[in-house]
């Protein structure tokens, strides 16, 4: 089974 | 002083269907050089990015950078309210709280005009990294939402897995499984019709069809879409706005247990 990733953990808040 | 005039209001209109259904709220930052968008959807899995450019408006003046926080319900209300063949024009004072969105029909025999409160939005910008990516797929933008569509109604996913020879997309669900396999065409003629991929290395990648579907609300806006991938990083499906700008969509993958 796969799980959702975040965008979080790719973009960085600026 | 803010003042952007589009003759042909339709188009904001088909940008709007295109986000609306992915975001409740977002801010629109104008600029000299134009009207930008960036927005999460609530559960932080996609982003879109909106890019106007201020000479494919018919008339545009900027003299003061300012952020417009609107509710897309409310502003598909506003449009609702436009002909198809309609101007529009959207104006603002400097620190204004509301917006003004004024549409004319094309022989001027019927002008109206809607005032619009404007939202302090919480907005946090995201710095998205240049991404050398390992597959650029091009293709008609109805054969992407035909196959997405279809394909969502077996599984809650569908793998994207592109190669030399072509690109698959492939679902799985309780009753079976369904795949689609395009092969790169060389009908040079018709660009609009073709599928061209850019392959530096191949790759497979899981999405959820709910957000890929969601996506393909921006169909009307263009006749071609272009999907980068990379390994771990997030989709980039973009539709170009005919002499007007960009919207892309990024979707983060799902990730195997």
């Known amino acids: ?14 | 002083m803010f003042e952007a005039r589009l003759v042909n209001s339709a188009t904001f209109k088909k940008i709007l269907d295109a986000i609306k259904d992915l975001l409740d709220q977002a801010s629109f930052d104008c600029s000299e050089s134009g009207i930008q968008l960036q927005a999460m959807d609530n559960s932080h899995v996609s982003l879109v990015s909106l890019n106007l450019k201020s000479d494919g408006f018919d008339k545009y003046r900027c003299d003061r950078s300012l952020t417009m926080g609107m509710n897309l319900a409310s502003l598909s209300k506003v449009f609702r309210c436009s002909g198809s063949d309609d101007t529009v024009t959207i104006k603002a004072q400097d620190d204004a709280d509301t917006v003004t969105f004024m549409f004319e029909s094309k022989k001027q025999e019927k002008i109206s005009d809607y005032e619009m409160k404007l939202m302090n939005l919480d907005q946090e910008h995201l710095g998205i990294p240049e991404t050398e990516f390992s597959c650029i797929i091009k293709m008609p933008s109805a054969e992407f939402a035909r196959i997405v569509r279809d394909l969502s109604q077996f599984g809650e996913s569908i793998v994207i897995s592109c190669t030399k020879e072509g690109v698959k997309f492939s679902t799985q669900g309780d009753i079976g499984t369904g795949n689609v396999k395009l092969a790169q065409t060389n009908n040079f003629d018709k660009e609009e019709e073709s599928v061209i991929i850019d392959m530096q290395e191949p790759v497979s990648l899981t999405f959820a069809c709910q957000y890929l579907n969601l996506f393909t609300k921006a169909t009307p806006l263009s006749n071609q879409v272009t999907l980068s991938m990379c390994d771990n990083v997030p989709l980039v499906v973009e539709y170009q706005i005919p002499d007007l700008g960009h919207l892309c969509y990024y979707l983060a993958p799902k990730i195997e247990e």
Do not use: I, N
Not at chain 1, 1 to 14: A, E, I, N
């Open chain 1, 1 to 14: 089974s796969s799980t959702q990733g975040r965008l979080d953990s790719f973009f960085k808040v600026l």
